[in-house]
């Protein structure tokens, strides 16, 4: 048996576990395989170390995966870049696993040793790497490989690039849809590499073939590629090339493509400039807004503001916006709640005029729509129209749509306007609040359901760091003071929970004025819960009050509740107390 | 014979228009018993768990999976690999005649374990419904099974088995026998305490490097590698690499591969769903056909296949014997079907059982996509896909037993559901039947068929034995063989056994190779 010295056993068990046959301890080791390296030197490490986990890859998937992101750092302890080479034999193998975790964490280690790996050893390592994982007899393999050519291409001398790009052909044209998809999906990075001349001629095949593919999940690849590509092409190729490629595509028979084309489309306009967007990509956007299939609405619409926003105004009122119209009165409530969630932004894109003659109509109709999201999707961006056109012409509609949100019967709707409220409230004005909003954030307080109630407290605080604690002594302590006198004793926590939250924003003086005594108060209640909080929130009021006023009321009041027969109650006063000794001692 | 029930091969299937394009019929074959696995003594008892509930083949015919009550998948392979199958079949030719692939048990393992659903006070079977075969990687076999909530994706490769000796430090000393064997004079036990909880279970760690540990340039000599010696042998591991649960209200009856080797679909009564292999945590519904009122239910949805080659389109058949063809490109939901295959029953014929003999068991794509073969109740029926009408073919399976429906219904027997399938190039269709029959149809007009019983001797309880159309010799057997046991009697289905039915049965990718499952056991047949 070997001879360890002790200092180093925590070292030799780390390596003795990368055998183990407990899963948790070699993840652990392979976890650590850093201080592995370094207790063995960069020597060993790259003559014994990774070779030995070259071939020790028939692991479970966790411990490979863990395996393969290591090594994607390991240069430093093989010695630095000049062996970097060496760490390419154990990433080969596990970029031809059938897990596709563990394949794309493979690829990625490669790509980050690759590039920083000198342009000889590249040539000399890297790209017989790519051409073996290009060939090979598994399409994990050759999934793998197409992830790798755009580390490769830069290095490679002008005849191996014409082999390069040879064979990432035949992986376009590859017999497994994973291996086309994989291309596909690549394609766009490896452009980026190959010289302009190529780009041209070769890429651009690869792509246009891609695209015909018969296979709906390679098409839709080829979709998120076309972007890339025309960034890359010259605008004047651009147009003659992926232009009519994406018109296409804005018309393929799967409403898939269709949809990714829908959700890709603002790109591929700044892609190809302003003149054929306008002729060409326009109308196909409003084609996509008329879609057949409520998907395809739904992406399209989702985007109406961004696509706006890189054509003239003038384009998008004239073309944009009646399908816009016809959009806020679709069937599917899923259009039309993607719509609302973005048309306000369209306002400051069109202008004050527009935005009040053509918009203003569509909020309306949008703002009584019978499916509550489309409604709460308007009410959330509704600062962006404020800015624009002021509140006043949409306040009138506003009024009913929130009341009736507010008294939802599904309570994820009446919390999802709670949120809200503050943001209305700081677009509508204070006296609009205090005229029709102020009752339903009182009457949220005894609502049902304590998400509900747990929202509203939290609300008042909002509220009232909004329009300052004036207001908020005046328009809300008092009516939550009030419903303390609620027979049941959850209304009468909430109360206690909404005043915890309310006496920071008011401060010191009128905490101890007007809420600590009816805390206090509360304090006899007979529910010992309504107690235990007391003793909480009297804690909890310790550090914003007086010192005076701890001693003189908060103390006794606890001690009281020390005394309390319920445990609960005086385990809590007891906290509660070493917090005011606490203070005391300070 | 009653009815047409198989006595000559013209009259057992009626066929409609030309489906064949001029093709000849083709030729009968002789079946022959190749193999049994789980062959039952006489007189012993069947377990329930044991019984087969589904068999597939893979793409290749290498390799044959079923799965049963139990919960579990068997796993068979050819015995014969390529290299040897050659020589051989050169060496055979001249004497045996071609060569049939053979099987053997390969490896099994639990996919499904009884569950209950505490929500809906519900046992949940381990029996397993459907398995099929995933494209294979890198030699590792992936399979999706499923029973009637739960799709799990396996994969079952080969592992080397291996011994890993050259330990830094001696496992048996870690193991806490440290003072008798301990060799080394600095092992002392106290060095191994952590390991000894390792054992334990609850584990303090052994106290890690702190960060100031100087590691030498050099490394440190006296650590090395375990040594890992890897044996010849290797054993068969299966293991569950995805469960795709909690989105089936319904029992799942099919689950399918699409051409993308992306995604799958699983049926049950209601709805398709549409999974990616990868994400097991969500699915696409993509057919419903629940009612809005659960009281306006008129039929539900009894398989459903994926094309074998367009990714887009699917088929599904329904309980009251109709079979849709679906294009997923058309829209997310697929409520509309773009085809809808379906015969109409000719007048006059409606009875109280025609709407549950109608219910289709099972679909299946037929070369290369273009057709359909379907089997209800009493029929097989081959449709092409251009054709929405009527079935180009159809061919009588249950003819004779028309007259008994009465009873079938009553020992619920007429919900039995067979299952059907084809021959690799589609010339020959093949279905089940009850007394452990099944029988296999020459897919073109005027070709003939055969039935057979599973056993060692197949053809024992066969009437017509395989032959020529028209030939004297079908009818010579009939009258040889009417002599000790009359052929009249069984079709009418005095002797038949309702308990003893052949529902499952799946037909090799590439040669004549059947196997079909009786009770527990797999018997295979080739030609």
New interface residues.
């Given amino acids: 048996m070997a001879m360890v010295e002790e200092p180093l056993y925590p070292i030799a068990i780390l390596i003795d576990e990368l055998k183990n046959d407990d899963i948790q301890l070699r993840l652990n080791s392979i976890r650590r395989l850093p201080t592995i390296a370094r207790a063995l030197g960069e020597e060993r490490t790259r003559k014994e170390l990774i070779p030995f986990l070259s071939e020790n890859n028939d692991d479970d998937d966790e411990v490979l995966l863990a395996m393969a992101d290591e090594l994607g750092g390991f240069i430093p302890y093989v010695g630095g870049v000049e062996h970097a080479h060496v760490l390419l034999p154990p990433l080969e193998t596990l970029c031809t696993v059938e897990e596709t975790v563990v394949r794309e964490k493979a690829v990625e280690s490669l790509c980050s040793i690759g590039a920083q790996m000198k342009e000889r050893d590249v040539v000399d390592w890297f790209i017989p790497l790519v051409k073996r994982l290009g060939a090979g007899e598994w399409f994990t393999a050759r999934v793998s490989a197409c992830g790798l050519f755009h580390i490769a291409y830069p290095s490679a001398p002008e005849l191996l690039r014409a082999e390069l790009r040879s064979v990432y052909n035949q992986l376009c044209h590859d017999d497994m849809p994973m291996v086309r998809r994989s291309a596909a999906s690549n394609l766009g990075k490896f452009a980026a590499t190959v010289e302009p001349l190529y780009l041209k001629s070769d890429i651009m095949t690869f792509f246009r073939d891609l695209t015909q593919d018969d296979q709906d999940s390679v098409r839709l690849l080829a979709v998120e590629g076309c972007a890339t590509l025309g960034k890359l092409l010259e605008p004047a190729d651009c147009v003659a090339q992926v232009l009519p490629v994406i018109v296409g595509f804005s018309q393929d028979k799967s409403w898939r493509v269709r949809y990714m084309v829908a959700n890709q489309l603002y790109e591929l306009c700044e892609a190809v400039g302003p003149e054929p967007t306008r002729t060409e990509l326009v109308p196909a956007y409003g084609r996509l807004l008329r879609d057949n299939e409520a998907e395809v609405r739904i992406a399209a619409a989702g985007k109406v503001t961004k696509f706006c926003s890189i054509v003239s105004p003038q384009v998008a009122s004239q073309y944009i916006l009646p399908c816009v119209k016809e959009l806020s009165t679709d069937s599917s409530q899923h259009v039309r709640a993607a719509l609302a969630s973005v048309i306000m932004g369209m306002a400051p894109v069109l202008g004050k005029e527009a935005t009040i003659d053509q918009l203003l109509p569509i909020f309306l109709a949008l703002l009584k729509d019978e499916f509550p999201d489309v409604r709460l999707n308007i009410i959330s961006k509704l600062d962006q129209v404020n800015q624009v056109i002021g509140i006043d012409l949409l306040s009138q509609s506003l009024l009913p749509a929130i009341v009736e949100l507010a008294e939802d019967r599904h309570w994820r709707v009446r919390l999802a306007i709670i949120e809200y409220i503050p943001l209305l409230a700081s677009q509508l004005g204070v006296d609009f609040f205090d005229d029709k909003l102020g009752a339903l954030c009182m009457q949220w307080l005894g609502d049902q359901v304590y998400s509900i109630r747990e929202a509203a407290a939290n609300n008042l605080k909002r509220l009232a760091e909004e329009f300052g604690p004036e207001w908020a002594l005046q328009h809300i302590v008092p009516q939550v003071l009030e419903m303390i006198t609620n027979p049941h004793y959850l209304y009468r926590m909430t109360v206690l929970v909404a005043i915890s939250l309310l006496a920071p924003v008011v401060g010191s003086e009128a905490t101890c004025q007007t809420m600590l005594p009816v805390v206090i108060n509360a304090a006899k209640d007979r529910v010992p819960n309504i107690k235990f909080n007391v003793a909480k929130m009297l804690q909890s009021m310790i550090p914003i009050v007086d010192s005076t006023v701890v001693e003189q009321t908060i103390r006794p009041c606890l001690v009281e509740l020390h005394e309390d027969p319920d445990v609960d109650v005086r385990f809590f006063a007891g906290q509660a107390l070493q917090a005011c000794d606490q203070v005391m001692c300070a | 014979m009653s009815a047409g029930g198989g006595g000559s091969p013209a009259s057992g299937s009626q066929q409609v228009g030309a489906g064949g394009g001029g093709r000849q019929p083709q030729p009968a074959l002789e079946w022959k018993f190749s193999q049994v696995f789980g062959e039952r003594a006489a007189g012993e008892e069947v377990q329930e768990v044991d019984i087969i509930s589904a068999i597939e083949f893979d793409k290749s015919g290498e390799h044959l999976a079923t799965g049963d009550r139990g919960g579990r998948v068997v796993l068979f392979e050819r015995t014969d690999s390529r290299e040897q199958r050659a020589r051989r079949e050169l060496e055979r030719a001249d004497s045996v005649g071609p060569r049939h692939p053979e099987y053997r048990y390969s490896t099994e393992f639990q996919s499904h374990e009884p569950e209950f659903d505490y929500l809906k006070s519900l046992e949940i079977e381990e029996k397993i419904n459907k398995i099929r075969w995933c494209?294979t990687?890198?030699?590792?076999r992936?399979l999706l099974s499923t029973n009637d909530k739960t799709i799990k994706l396996w994969?079952v490769a080969e592992?080397?088995l291996?011994n890993?000796s050259n330990?830094?430090?001696?496992?048996s000393?870690r193991l806490g026998n440290g003072s008798s064997v301990s060799?080394?004079p600095?092992?002392g036990p106290r060095?191994f305490t952590?390991?000894l909880s390792m054992n334990g279970g609850a584990v303090p760690r052994?106290?890690?490097?702190g960060s100031d540990?100087d590691?030498?340039?050099?490394?440190?000599p006296?650590?090395?590698?375990?040594l890992?010696v890897w044996s010849n042998e290797t054993a068969l591991v299966a293991r569950c690499?995805r469960v795709y649960a909690n989105a089936h209200a319904y029992h799942i009856n099919s689950v399918s591969n699409n051409?993308?080797?992306?995604?799958f679909i699983s049926a049950d009564d209601l709805r398709v769903n549409l999974w990616n292999l990868?994400v097991s945590d969500q699915s696409f519904n993509i057919v419903d056909i629940k009612p809005v009122n659960m009281e306006d239910l008129t039929e539900v949805i009894t398989s459903a296949e994926f094309h074998p080659?367009?990714?887009?389109v699917l088929a599904y058949s329904s309980s009251k014997g109709s079979i849709r063809l679906i294009d997923?490109?058309?829209?997310?939901l697929c409520d509309r079907h773009s085809k809808l295959f379906e015969e109409s029953e000719p007048p006059g014929t409606r009875s109280f059982f025609t709407e549950i003999i109608a219910s289709i068991s099972d679909i299946k794509f037929a070369r290369g996509g273009r057709y359909i073969l379907s089997r209800d109740y009493m029929t097989l029926k081959l449709w092409d896909i251009n054709m929405e009408a009527a079935p180009v073919a159809t061919y009588r399976v249950h003819e004779y037993l028309r007259p008994k429906l009465c009873d079938l219904y009553e020992n619920d027997s007429i919900f039995d559901k067979f299952e059907c399938c084809l021959s690799g190039d589609g010339e020959r269709v093949a279905t089940g039947s009850y007394s452990n029959v099944f029988r296999v149809f020459g897919a073109m007009p005027g070709s003939e068929e055969a039935t057979l019983e599973a056993s060692k001797t197949p053809n024992r309880r066969l009437v017509p034995p395989p032959s020529r159309p028209g030939s004297r010799l079908a009818n010579l057997a009939r009258g040889r063989l009417g002599g000790s046991e009359s052929p009249g009697t069984e079709m009418n289905g005095g002797a038949y056994d309702f308990t003893s039915k052949l529902l499952h049965l799946a037909w090799h990718p590439m040669s004549n190779v059947i196997a079909c499952a009786a009770s527990n056991s797999l018997y295979m047949y080739y030609a």
């Fill in positions: 494209q990687a890198n030699g590792a992936l994969k592992k080397k291996k890993v330990l830094n430090l001696d496992p000393v060799s080394s600095v092992l060095g952590p390991r052994p106290p890690l490097l540990f590691f030498p340039p050099g490394g440190i006296s650590l090395h590698l375990p890992v690499r051409s993308d080797c992306e995604t990868e080659t367009h990714c887009n997923m490109r058309q829209s997310a």
